[in-house]
């Protein structure tokens, strides 16, 4: 007997839910060392990705499990999981984005090496992106809180027939009342929010994989030059951001494109539990790869390295007067 849609759907947001947390868990525990006395803002940057992924598994999964499994949603639930969708989809692709450009500044200083005047702290400034970012996301979005309705939908289809159902992704959606409103902003200003971001992260992870290129046909008068910890996370880093793009990328893509041009999937048993995979695939799985950025490391760039103690001399050793 195949399954229900109401039941693909509350073992894909069950699966979703257990690997997201383990994942951002995990993430969030192997990274908390990087606290040295106060809250640095690489640390900032992730602990921002993980509260992110949180929500949206454990915030957004959760209510469509309760409303699969036969609980009604009011407007004001309608809305809430309708703002904290968007909220969090925008925020992971700027977060992404941002962290994208970190690599991709250190990698550019690998390559072509700055002057040290030059080499400014980078830290107070991205403090204030990383802030900028979460009060654009709420200032963007919140409109979508106070404004919007619930829809008005019939469902017109057998109610009798096995895969007629109450689908959250139809029930449960929210417009403005204003029809030019739902459009301009609705459709094209919330739409761009997150095709111009995302765009821009293709864009920088192309670059940074021109650059990698480059630092591999480098060589210091012909003597290879081994890379030390640092070099290693950059050029993992690097190499990560482009992965994590070819995976949020195709999944924002193929729900943009399944929600506004295949509507006529929606009938089909699968179609829900396809959406939700595709809208929290990210957040569950990319813990995972962030991880390994700076695995096994014992001097790491992006935390900051670590301060060795200085090793002493025995007092017997003579040291030569041109050392």
Known sequence: MMPSADMLEIITCAILILVSSVG???????????I???????FLLIFS??????????VVNVMKIVYS???????????????????????AIWFMLYFALLYHWKLYQTVHPLNESQNLDHRKPSLKVVAALWVAGVAVYIPVLLYTEKSEYLNTGNSTHPLATSRIHVDCLTDFRNKQVEFYYGKVFLALIDILPLASLVFVCFWMSFLLSEKKKMTYGDIWIGDDDSEIEILRGAKFSILLMWLIAPLWISHFILVNFLKDLAACVFFPAVLTALSSGFSAFSP???????YKMKLVSFWG??????????ANVILSPYA
Do not use: W
């Not at 951002?24 to 990087?34: A, E, Q």
């Not at 040295?36 to 690489?42: D, F, I, K, N, R």
């Not at 670590?306 to 002493?312: A, F, V």
């Open 36 to 42: 040295t006395g106060h809250l640095q803002t690489s």
């Open 49 to 58: 990705l993980v509260f992110v992924h949180l929500i949206k598994n454990l």
């Open 288 to 294: 995972f790869l962030l991880m390994l950025v700076n």
């Open 69 to 91: 499994s036969g609980f009604m949603l009011d407007s004001a639930g309608c809305k809430v999981l309708c703002f904290t969708t968007a909220l969090t989809t925008s925020l």
């Open 305 to 314: 390295a670590k301060k060795e103690k200085p090793t002493q001399q025995p």
């Open 24 to 34: 951002n868990m995990c993430l969030f525990y192997s990274t908390r060392k990087c």
